[in-house]
Nanobody
Framework: QVHVVESGGGLVQAGGSLRLSCAASGTIVRNNYMDWYRQAPGKQREFVASILSVGVTNYADSVKGRFTISRGDAETTGYLQMNSLKPEDTGVYYC?????????WGKGTLVTVSS
């Protein structure tokens, strides 16, 4: 069983920065992807970024150059550094881990970017 908890959301003005954290507990297999998704009000959940290990990352086009995903050495923690935030980045951000064919999601952390 894996438990995922996100933190770090909040209210920020456009152009500002936030750093989200993801903490995973339980039996975590190394070399798994850790992903970030977000869901804006009234929209479907969308992919933001993923990381397998240092140097193996992937980003949605909408966040490339502004967001940076990273991971702790133990691979049980992950981070999403968000810079140059825009109002369209507003939404609930979820951390996701897929392990042995099972998807684990946190409850999300709300990011609100004011214009």
């Amino acid at each position: 069983q894996v438990h995922v908890v996100e933190s770090g959301g909040g209210l920020v003005q456009a152009g500002g920065s936030l750093r989200l954290s993801c903490a995973a507990s339980g039996t975590i297999v190394r070399n798994n992807y850790m992903d970030w998704y977000r869901q804006a009000p009234g929209k479907q959940r969308e992919f933001v970024a993923s990381i397998l290990s240092v140097g193996v990352t992937n980003y949605a086009d909408s966040v490339k150059g502004r967001f940076t995903i990273s991971r702790g050495d133990a691979e049980t923690t992950g981070y999403l550094q968000m810079n140059s935030l825009k109002p369209e980045d507003t939404g609930v951000y979820y951390c996701h881990i897929r392990q042995f064919g099972i998807d684990y999601w946190g409850k999300g952390t709300l990011v609100t970017v004011s214009s």
